[in-house]
């Protein structure tokens, strides 16, 4: 079910940044504080993978191959769910996937979709 709106992605050097926004403009705050959130990503010929979660209490989890790197927030003000993408690689080319869920306890969302951002990032 796509319902989130990504914004953000883009093309940039190795070691830039690109930070992500994500938000649902049907939900109130109190439905947004209430869900869990992440971040997938799928390179061509790759799977979907998970690349950074937050549950509705604020536990967070990271891919190992972006910890350090990436930083995913919300902010409740905005119902906007971001990831903040520093010391880009190559490697971290891909579409990438907001998702959302009822169950705030979950660290991989899977029950809305966005429809997906373009990152770049050339050597």
């Known amino acids: 079910q796509v319902q989130l709106v990504e914004s953000g992605g883009g093309l940039v050097q190795a070691g830039g940044s690109l930070r992500l926004s994500c938000k649902d403009p049907r939900i109130i705050l109190s439905t947004f504080w209430a869900r869990a959130w992440a971040w997938y990503r799928q390179a061509p010929g790759k799977e979907r993978e998970v690349v950074a979660a937050i549950t509705s209490g604020g536990d967070i989890t990271y891919a190992d191959s972006v910890k350090g790197r990436f930083t995913i927030s919300k902010d409740n003000a905005r119902k906007t769910v971001y990831l903040q993408m520093n010391s880009l690689k190559p490697e971290d080319t891909a579409v990438y996937y907001c998702?959302?869920?009822?169950?705030?306890?979950?660290?991989?969302?899977?029950?809305?979709w966005g429809q997906g951002t373009q990152v770049t990032v050339s050597s």
């Open positions: 998702a959302a869920d009822r169950d705030g306890t979950s660290v991989l969302p899977t029950g809305f």
